[in-house]
């Protein structure tokens, strides 16, 4: 069962302002990554469960989490139906991300009163997600989309929370237009957690490029 409640996952993204994307199906390095993350000042990382497997590996770092690093909150990426949602939550996904709006995994989620964050690439998706309780909009591929975009629904619609993810990078420029348009947080992959760290084994690396990249998401707000 997940430990940290929605509206706690959501106060987490929102004064974080980044969730780390991640997947890799060698337990030993998902742990050193994550550790990385959370040194870095990370509290969130979302594994993008799209191996075979997966679920095995999820239910040991987030043990993992649980035991070695306090407040650190995990959840699950890449879900694309209600029962995959189910099986993540029963073995401690604290939020679900989908690529896109899917009405049977809000369902579950609701029911569970867990964050669900689906991809959406419309205002009228949107609108749909919210009437369904979504709490946080994920816009996927945000590289499609870019923050003109997020701008433009947050005119009309101030109330709407929107997670970027893809064509998010760590440069200042990147994210300050981001947030400028009005974002409540980024979901940052290979732009952050790179090949070349993952092959070259550099955590160190990844620890202070998520503190780097925090510090400039905190510079950019104030």
């Given at each position: 069962m997940a430990q940290y409640s929605r509206l706690e996952v959501i106060a987490m993204m929102k004064e974080t302002g980044m969730v780390p994307l991640f997947y890799h199906p060698d337990l030993e390095l998902g742990k050193k990554v994550l550790k990385a993350c959370y040194d870095g000042g990370a509290r969130l990382l979302e594994f993008?469960?799209?191996?075979?497997?997966?679920?095995e590996v999820f239910a040991e770092l987030n043990k993992y989490a649980l035991k070695q690093l306090p407040g650190m909150i995990l959840g699950v990426g890449s879900i694309t139906d209600g029962p995959a949602a189910s099986l993540f939550m029963q073995i401690g996904a604290n939020f679900i991300v989908t690529p896109s709006l899917r009405e049977d995994i809000a369902i579950i989620c609701n029911r569970r009163k867990v964050l669900w964050s689906p991809g959406c690439g419309s205002l009228t998706e949107i609108n749909r997600a919210e009437e369904l309780g979504c709490e946080l909009v994920k816009l996927f591929p945000g590289s499609t989309y870019g923050p003109g975009f997020v701008k433009a629904i947050k005119g009309p619609?101030?109330?709407?929370?929107?997670?970027?993810?893809?064509?998010?990078?760590?440069?200042?420029d990147n994210l300050k237009a981001w947030f400028d348009a009005g974002v409540t947080c980024v979901g940052m992959g290979s732009k952050l957690i790179s090949k070349d760290i993952l092959v070259n084994k550099d955590f160190e690396l990844l620890e202070q490029l998520v503190g780097k990249t925090l510090e400039t998401i905190k510079s950019i707000r104030n």
């Open positions: 993008t469960a799209r191996g075979d497997y997966a679920f619609q101030p109330w709407t929370s929107i997670m970027p993810t893809g064509g998010v990078s760590t440069e200042e």
